[in-house]
């Protein structure tokens, strides 16, 4: 199992290498050619992969949820990358929201 530094620096590797995909040929890289169809697209392929992860969790195993979560991180990655968002922005917010309640922080978005 690795440490939790370690899982986020892999996170932050493909985020790399997303980004250096953006002018690479999309008919050599899927990535490309995703960021290269455009926001509708990509947003399209993430909210497929959510609902294959909805249903993996519902009525799949544990290794096809496995397998659908790291699709549904990828996508993510690229609509971050898109976007200009990168996980550092992410990281920060999580880290601004921590040790607040979920109800409390929701309440907090009202105004």
Known sequence: ???SNSNIEILQ????VIEAR?????????????LQAGMPK????LGEEAV?????????????LVGESADLLYHLLVVWAAKGITP????AELSRREGTSGIAEKASRKS
Do not use: P
């Open 22 to 34: 953006k002018d690479s040929d999309g008919d050599s890289s899927y990535t490309a050619s995703l």
């Open 42 to 45: 990509i947003a399209q392929k």
């Open 88 to 91: 550092d922005d992410v990281w």
């Open 52 to 64: 294959e992860t909805v249903i993996a969790a519902t009525t799949g195993d544990d290794q096809e």
């Open 13 to 16: 590797r493909l985020y790399a």
């Open 1 to 3: 199992m690795t440490d």
